[in-house]
Nanobody, 116 residues
């Protein structure tokens, strides 16, 4: 059973930084890609950042230049460094790991709140 455990969320002021971590219960080389998504009430979950097996990254336009996704294979952990946070970044952030497009796993989510 694959488990993903997120941590690092919290309350931060506008313009501040946070680093989210996603610890996997298995070797992350098992996954073709890992990513971070976010969701606010009443809206669909949206992709924030993705990193594939080869290390190629992809970002939502709204976070390009501010967020960085990275992976530490030895620690089975994926990170999301979030800088210059804005009020509109407030959301529950979810870690995702995909073996195929049909076989994916989700963490429980971590709340990020940006205050003015």
């Amino acid at each position: 059973q694959v488990q993903l455990v997120e941590s690092g969320g919290g309350l931060v002021q506008n313009g501040g930084s946070l680093r989210l971590s996603c610890l996997a219960s298995v070797d992350i080389f098992e996954f073709s890609s890992m990513g971070w998504y976010r969701q606010v009430p009443g809206k669909q979950r949206e992709l924030v950042a993705l990193i594939n097996y080869g290390g190629t990254t992809n970002y939502a336009d709204s976070v390009k230049g501010r967020f960085t996704i990275s992976r530490d294979n030895a620690r089975n952990t994926v990170y999301l460094q979030m800088n210059s946070l804005k009020l509109e970044d407030t959301a529950v952030y979810y870690c995702n790991a995909a073996i195929t497009t049909r076989v994916t796993y989700w963490g429980q989510g971590t709340q990020v709140t940006v205050s003015s």
